[in-house]
């Protein structure tokens, strides 16, 4: 089992930055892919980001040069850089990792699936 662990959340104001950690633990070399998604009231979870154990990396068009998805491998950490925040951002967000298939797209449900706690991040003046 994998357990994942998000913090940085928090109120900051439209322009902002923020950076947010999500720390695994546990069974770490069963997968091989982690990533952010983020929900908001009434709507979807969305995939943001994800990153590879190689290091490659993967947005979604409506956070692609604005949000960085970075990690450190030897602690097992990922991390969310998120710049010019808009109040559209608004949203729980959700660390996870998995087993990605190969030779699917990238947005194809991971095997294995685990989920952080979530952490809210506001945006608002």
């Known amino acids: 089992q994998v357990q994942l662990v998000e913090s940085g959340g928090g109120l900051v104001q439209p322009g902002g930055s923020l950076r947010l950690t999500c720390t695994a633990s546990g069974s770490t070399f069963t997968t091989n892919v982690m990533g952010w998604y983020r929900q908001a009231p009434g709507k979807e979870r969305e995939l943001l980001a994800r990153i590879s154990n190689s290091g490659s990396t993967m947005y979604d068009d409506s956070v692609k040069g604005r949000f960085t998805i970075s990690r450190d491998s030897a602690k097992n950490t990922v991390f969310l850089q998120m710049n010019s925040l808009k109040p559209e951002d608004t949203a729980v967000y959700y660390c996870?990792?998995?087993?990605?298939?190969?030779?699917?797209?990238?947005?194809?449900?991971?095997?294995?699936?685990?989920w952080g706690q979530g952490t809210l991040v506001t945006v608002s003046s």
């Open positions: 996870n990792a998995g087993v990605a298939r190969q030779g699917l797209n990238w947005r194809a449900p991971l095997v294995l699936n685990y």
